[in-house]
């Protein structure tokens, strides 16, 4: 498997870099601030609001493409860095995009919905079928949500995530070809993650 075999030229320790960096950053988003969203949308149409939320995509995409070829340019050492800072645009994408639905991302329910949504764009065929049943009918299925937000399954969230994005963002760490790779790579997850959003809080709203 090409991906298992590019994953074993990368130092372990790399690997724990990476999965602690997941970690501390999606949990950050869970109990921290930095990331919420302001205002959220009220008395709007659903039309309105997705027009919104396209133009709010496209800006990210733009910031994410810049971000991953400045990144990329710079090798290996510099790629790891690009790994937070990516992960952290992909979240806050996330808030804004649920706060202009007219959700409030200060709920923690709304939080578990958010990554929800991370895994179903990012995880394996198998898995996402899994998190889409998990989504379905939330109204109902978030009020039997833990109040303990560690209850979470996080070691499969992390896991999931970080072997579906490492065969992408392994080739944009080669100093060669770095660059170009890291302008489409970021601003393809970017846009796929934004139609998975869409589609997630579609489905609360139309019924």
């Given at each position: 498997k090409i991906?298992t075999?590019?994953?074993?030229?990368?130092?372990?320790?790399?690997?724990?870099?990476?999965?602690v960096?997941?970690k501390?950053?999606i949990?950050g988003?869970l109990?921290?601030?930095?990331?919420?969203?302001s205002?959220v949308?009220?008395g709007?149409?659903?039309r309105?609001?997705e027009?919104?939320?396209?133009k709010?995509i496209?800006?990210?995409?733009n910031?994410?493409a810049?971000?991953?070829?400045i990144?990329g340019?710079?090798g290996?050492?510099?790629?790891?860095?690009?790994?937070?800072?990516?992960?952290g645009?992909?979240?806050k994408?996330?808030f804004?995009?649920?706060?202009?639905y007219?959700?409030?991302?200060?709920d923690?329910?709304?939080r578990v919905y958010?990554l929800?949504?991370?895994e179903?764009?990012?995880?394996?065929?198998e898995?996402r079928?899994?998190v889409?049943l998990?989504m379905t009918d939330?109204?109902?299925?978030r009020n039997?949500?833990?109040e303990?937000i560690?209850?979470?399954d996080w070691?499969?969230?992390?896991?999931?995530?970080?072997d579906y994005?490492d065969?992408?963002?392994?080739?944009q760490?080669l100093?060669?070809?770095?660059?170009?790779?890291?302008?489409?790579?970021?601003?393809?997850?970017?846009k796929?993650?934004g139609i998975?959003a869409m589609?997630?809080?579609?489905?609360?709203?139309?019924k």
């Open positions: 991906q075999k590019i994953n074993s030229w990368i130092p372990e320790k790399v690997h724990q870099a990476i999965t960096t997941i501390q950053m949990r988003v109990f921290g601030a930095k990331h919420t969203s205002h949308s009220v709007i149409s659903l309105d609001r027009d919104a939320v396209r709010k496209e800006s990210y995409r910031t994410a810049i971000e991953g070829g990144t340019a710079g290996f050492l510099l790629g790891l860095a690009d790994f937070p800072i990516l992960l645009i992909k979240l994408l996330l804004d995009i649920a706060s202009l007219g959700f409030n991302v200060y923690y329910k709304e958010i929800h949504i991370f179903l764009a990012f995880s394996s065929d898995h079928k899994s889409y998990k939330w109204e109902t299925k039997s949500l833990p303990d560690n209850q979470f070691r499969n969230f992390q896991q999931e995530y970080r994005i065969l992408a963002k392994m080739a760490l100093p060669v070809i770095g660059a170009p790779v890291g302008v489409i790579v970021n601003s393809r997850l970017i796929k993650l998975t589609n997630a809080y579609r489905m609360r709203l139309i």
